[in-house]
């Protein structure tokens, strides 16, 4: 009998012919968006205009970064099953055909192991990982908690990944160019602002920022942020200290002012827990 490698085959051990699985990752094609119709089942009924002329104009500009999703119907139509607003911003864009991948009707639980199989490569961008793991969850139906059971990576990992695919198009394109690393992305993903993300990424590329300078800078736009919001939050006429001091001694809480030239503004009341809370209420009531 031969001696079994201590190590295992590897994950193509676990699933009956692997290369034929890897063969039936469908390719990119490219689709007349006339032969593309809306799946009738589709539960997003809203889109947002603005959103979809943005996305359009970068459309425009470098084209679409993930391939729709389509599934061919008997009348030689396609119909989609992923990338709605991919597919309506296109049409704004006046693009003729589109990038997808196409699907059988009956091939999901082939796709899904595929797509697992896929995942292991090596040479795989992070945004090529980030589009496996969003068909895993959108066309295969599993959550994050089945994909990190999949693929054996904790799930803060994954949700780290999908993250990716809400950063600019142009940021996306930068890391599958490999003009940024994983760690300039996860930066760059804790900034709420599109146009500061792109700023900064245009300041990666061009003064090759290392990781931890850009951590640096995120962190310190993040306290800058944080100053501005505390400040303006309290920003108040001097002559209404009394007020404020008067409240928080009354309520026995600290109390945030705000009043602009107008004179409109707000109080904020924080506190600790519910039955603080009640506390406060019951304090304001005697004021009555």
């Known amino acids: 009998m031969a001696k079994r490698s201590a190590l295992g085959r590897g ?29 009738p089942f589709q539960p997003r009924s809203r889109f947002d205009q603005e959103s979809l002329n943005d996305l359009a104009t970068s459309i425009k500009e470098i084209g679409i970064i993930q391939p729709l999703t389509l599934r061919k119907t008997d009348d030689d139509k396609y119909q989609i099953i992923a990338g709605e607003r991919r ?19 009956d091939d999901e639980g082939m796709l899904e192991m595929a ?44 949700a780290n990944y999908l993250r990716l695919l809400k950063l600019p198009a142009i940021i996306q394109k930068g890391i599958r160019d490999k003009e940024l690393l994983m760690g300039h992305a996860r930066a760059l993903i804790n900034i709420d602002d599109h146009d500061t993300q792109v700023s900064i990424y245009e300041q990666i590329v061009k003064n090759d920022l290392s990781v931890r300078k850009v951590e640096e800078l995120v962190r310190k736009l993040g306290e800058t942020e944080k100053e501005q919001e505390v400040k303006n ?42 039955r603080d809370l009640e506390r406060i209420v019951e304090l304001i009531k005697k004021q009555q």
Do not use: W
């Not at 469908?26 to 689709?31: A, D, F, L, Q, V």
């Not at 597919?87 to 059988?104: D, E, M, N, S, T």
């Open 11 to 39: 994950l193509g051990a676990l699933i009956d012919d692997a290369e034929k699985i890897m063969e039936s990752v469908p390719s990119i094609n490219e689709i007349e968006l006339s032969k593309i119709e809306a799946n």
């Open 87 to 105: 597919f309506r911003a296109a049409q704004i864009a006046g693009l003729k055909r589109i990038p997808a991948y196409i699907r059988h009707a």
């Open 115 to 158: 797509l697992v199989e896929n995942i292991q490569r090596e040479d795989l961008d992070a945004i090529e990982i980030a589009f496996s793991y969003n068909r895993l969850i959108e066309e295969c139906k599993l959550t994050q908690e089945n994909l990190s059971e999949r693929v054996g990576k904790k799930r803060s990992t994954i």
């Open 233 to 274: 939050r309290s920003k108040y006429p001097k002559a209404y200290q009394s007020v404020k001091d008067e409240l928080s001694e009354v309520l026995d809480s600290h109390v945030d002012l705000s009043m602009n030239n107008r004179g409109r503004g707000k109080i904020v009341i924080p506190f600790k827990s519910a």
